[in-house]
Nanobody, 123 residues
Framework: QVQLVESGGGLVQAGGSLRLSCVAS????????MGWFRQAPGKEREFVAR????????VYADSVKGRFTISRDSAKNMIYLEMNSLKPEEKAVYYC????????????????WGQGTQVTVSS
């Protein structure tokens, strides 16, 4: 079992930045592929970014490319999402997730999820 806890969300003005963190505990974290997802009210959960267990492969959703950066520090059991130039439409609950078998953007392939952290972007 893996427990994931996100932090770093909050209120920011459009164009601002936030850094989300996710700490993992439980089973070894270093071999899991990790992802960030978000869910806005009334919408389905959507993929934001993912990073392979080695950290060597990273994929971003087209909507965040060039503005968001995902990273991991396996020694600290942490992953991060640096978000710049935030837009009001990116207001959502942001989740980190761990995939034990697959490296994918599909939420259904992720085995463990955090409780989420709220990001609000004011216009």
């Amino acid at each position: 079992q893996v427990q994931l806890v996100e932090s770093g969300g909050g209120l920011v003005q459009a164009g601002g930045s936030l850094r989300l963190s996710c700490v993992a505990s439980g089973r070894p974290f270093s071999t899991y592929n990790m992802g960030w997802f978000r869910q806005a009210p009334g919408k389905e959960r959507e993929f934001v970014a993912r990073i392979s267990w080695t950290g060597g492969t990273i994929v971003y959703a087209d909507s965040v490319k060039g503005r968001f950066t995902i990273s991991r520090d396996s020694a600290k059991n942490m992953i991060y999402l640096e978000m710049n130039s935030l837009k009001p439409e990116e207001k959502a609950v942001y989740y980190c997730a761990a995939a034990t078998q697959y490296y994918t953007s599909l939420p259904s392939a992720y085995d463990y999820w955090g409780q989420g952290t709220q990001v609000t972007v004011s216009s």
